[in-house]
């Protein structure tokens, strides 16, 4: 039963699924303790470590909240290069504080001497800021995976430059590491890093074995106009309640085991953290970002946001398709590590090849590659074994860069 409440709710954030979850899981009202107190307070400060709250704001006016943790929990200063660490979708910072400290990556690297320093997409509680609007005017949600590259990803790694004075390394998760392989196609943002981390790396979706993602993803590209009417994806709204109906209508499925559905049978998760990661997930993105997945899952193609047609595509673009993230202008000297899961329905293995398939010309000593076989989407970062299988590998390869 506990399992089974576990996989509802996971299923909530981690691509497209909803409120079935929340709606049935009565711990969800309770007012998250971060979004009054922010997250150094209450998920941080708490467990022994010291903490800083700070903000970045983008070109396009988004007031982002960041968390840095810049000793370890004895209070030994970080003598380490600083790591960003970057969540994925509908989550946020808390992603790396969720499970006791040594199962938890930001602890973890803090205690191992490392400048920790957290994200926060957009839209996400500790990023709900902006210099003119308000996350109740639609304009605020007028953004999909293009701007958090174009915008946060640039704000936030010059503000980590800035006050460490030092290169970083990244580790994105989902979301996280297609907006950096996006990002790091551009060299301006590769200067400011030393590697790159890509945990279930989300990059080519068109294979995706997931039956409910593909699902949605139909859902979302036949009723764009009502979607974008909607702006803001809210996880535990009523316009998901019924996506998430049209999904188990549409697969037939009878959505008792919606986590699986989408992410693929997680091996490692602690079933009793439940009501933390209720408390704090999951967070609300942009219907747009939805709608730009989608259009991912449907062409295979890393490309910008499509506007429909060539008319407005040349509004935007000046040119009738949307333009091409293209993966093989990484540089090849970027030290990357990848890794990625058998039993993973989003990043899906032969999905990951085709990625794999464009670093095939990255220096040979600059990737690692791993394959973890029982590994599922969240057992990333939340599986109580990742500190073992992930983490101290992860940290070794930050030794050699
Ligand atoms: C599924 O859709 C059909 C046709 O619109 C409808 O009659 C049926 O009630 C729906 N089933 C559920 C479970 O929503
Ligand atoms: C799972 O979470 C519970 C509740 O926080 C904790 O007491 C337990 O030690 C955790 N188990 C593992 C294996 O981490
Ligand atoms: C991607 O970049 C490579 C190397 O710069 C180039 O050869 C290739 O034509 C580009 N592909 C596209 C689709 O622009």
């Known amino acids: 039963m506990a399992t089974a409440k576990v996989e509802l709710i996971l299923a909530t954030f981690l691509f497209c699924a909803a409120s079935v979850a929340a709606g049935r899981a009565s711990s969800y009202s309770r007012r998250s303790s971060a979004a009054v107190d922010g997250i ?28 840095r943790i810049p000793a370890s929990r004895s209070g030994r200063l970080a ?28 602890f973890i690297l803090a205690d191992a001497g490392y400048d920790v320093w957290l994200s926060n997409s957009r839209g996400t509680q500790s990023s709900l800021q902006h210099t003119s609007l308000s996350p109740s005017d639609p ?37 996280g590491t297609l907006i950096a392989l996006a990002a790091f196609s551009h060299k301006e943002l590769v200067n400011k890093l030393r590697s790159a981390v890509l945990l ?14 593909r699902a949605a993803a139909q859902i979302f590209l036949a009723e764009d106009i009502y979607w974008l009417g909607l702006h803001q994806f809210i996880p535990k709204g009523d316009a998901v309640n019924k996506l998430i109906n049209d999904i188990c209508n549409i697969t037939g499925n009878d959505c008792s085991n919606l986590m699986s559905g989408f992410t693929g049978q997680n091996c490692c998760l602690n079933s009793s953290r439940s009501d933390i990661f209720l408390n704090h997930e999951p967070q609300s993105t942009a219907t747009k970002n939805m709608i730009h997945l989608a259009q991912m899952i449907r062409t295979g193609t890393i490309a910008m946001f499509d506007y429909g047609n060539e008319d407005n595509n040349m509004n935007h673009y000046g040119q009738p398709t949307p333009p091409v993230y293209n993966m093989t202008k990484i540089p090849n000297d970027l030290p ?8 993973d329905l989003l990043a899906d293995p032969n999905d990951v090849k085709v990625l ?46």
């Not at 995976?145 to 580790?171: C, F, K």
């Not at 464009?358 to 973890?372: E, P």
């Open 40 to 67: 150094c307070k209450s998920l941080v400060v708490t467990q022994g470590y010291a903490c800083q709250e700070h903000t970045v704001t983008t070109k396009d006016g988004y007031i982002l909240g960041l968390q």
């Open 79 to 106: 003598y380490k290069p600083p790591v960003l660490l970057q969540h994925g979708l509908m989550m946020d910072a808390v992603t790396w504080l969720m499970n006791l400290p040594d199962e938890s990556l930001a």
């Open 139 to 175: 304009a605020y949600w007028e953004w999909s995976w293009d701007e958090l590259v174009t915008y946060d990803m640039p704000a936030i790694l010059q503000h980590v430059r800035s006050i460490t004075g030092q290169n970083m390394h990244y580790v994105g998760h989902s979301l």
């Open 200 to 213: 279930s790396p989300i990059a080519y979706l068109n294979q995706m074995p997931s039956p409910l993602a």
């Open 336 to 343: 990357l590590y990848l890794s990625y899961g058998g039993k």
């Open 356 to 401: 794999l398939g464009c670093l095939k010309d990255h220096d040979g000593d600059k990737v690692v590659i791993q394959y973890r076989e029982d590994y599922a989407h969240a057992d990333f970062v939340f599986g109580v074994n990742a500190n073992q299988i992930i983490y101290e590998p992860v940290m070794a390869f930050f030794h050699l860069h």
